[in-house]
C-alpha cells in the first residue's frame, strides 16, 4: 500500500514537474557545454570564420614575445649608453690632461719672464739710447756710435 502511494505521487509529481524539469536539465546541460566551450575559447581562443577570439595562451605568447623584445631593447640601449659614458670619461680624462699640461707650460713661460725681467729691462734702455741716437746731424749715412756698441745685445 505505501508502495502505491508512492508510486501514483511519484506520476503525479512527474506529470507537474515533467514541464519544468526538462527545461531546466536541458539549461542546466547547455550551461555546463557552455562552461566547457568558454573555458576552451579562454585558454585556446575562438576560431570561427570571420570571428577570432585569442585566447589566454595566444595573449601568454605575444605578451612574452613583446617583453623579450622590450628586454633584448633595453640590453642594446644600455650597452649603447655605456659606450657614451665611457667616451666621455676619456675625453674628459683629455681635457683635464690638456688643461694640466697647459698650466704648467704657463707658469713656467711667467717664471722665464720673471726671471729674465732685469735683462728686458736693460734691453729696454739701450733701445731708447738707440732710439734717441738715430737724429744724424748730416745728410751722410752712418751707423750711430750707441748703436754700434749695442749691436752684440740685440
Do not use: F
Not at 595573449?59 to 623579450?68: K, P, T, V
Not at 707658469?107 to 735683462?119: D, F, L, N, V
Request: charged fraction near 25%.
Amino acid at each position: 500500500m505505501i508502495g502505491k502511494l508512492l508510486s501514483s505521487a511519484w506520476d503525479r509529481l512527474s506529470r507537474l514537474l515533467a514541464p519544468v524539469l526538462i527545461p531546466a536539465l536541458v539549461a542546466l546541460l547547455v550551461l555546463c557545454a557552455g562552461g566547457w566551450i568558454w573555458q576552451t575559447v579562454r585558454i585556446e581562443g575562438l576560431h570561427v570564420w570571420p570571428i577570432k577570439i585569442t585566447g589566454l595562451r595566444t595573449e601568454r605568447d605575444q605578451w612574452r614575445s613583446a617583453e623579450h623584445d622590450w628586454r633584448r631593447a633595453a640590453t642594446i640601449m644600455r650597452g649603447g649608453y655605456d659606450a657614451v659614458h665611457g667616451a666621455l670619461r676619456l675625453q674628459n680624462a683629455a681635457v683635464l690632461r690638456l688643461k694640466a699640461e697647459g698650466d704648467t707650460r704657463q707658469s713656467t713661460g711667467k717664471a722665464a719672464m720673471s726671471a729674465h725681467e732685469p735683462r728686458n729691462a736693460d734691453r729696454e734702455a739701450k733701445a731708447k739710447v738707440i732710439d734717441n741716437a738715430l737724429t744724424p746731424a748730416d745728410d751722410a749715412c752712418r751707423t750711430p756710435a750707441a748703436v754700434m756698441a749695442a749691436k752684440g745685445e740685440l
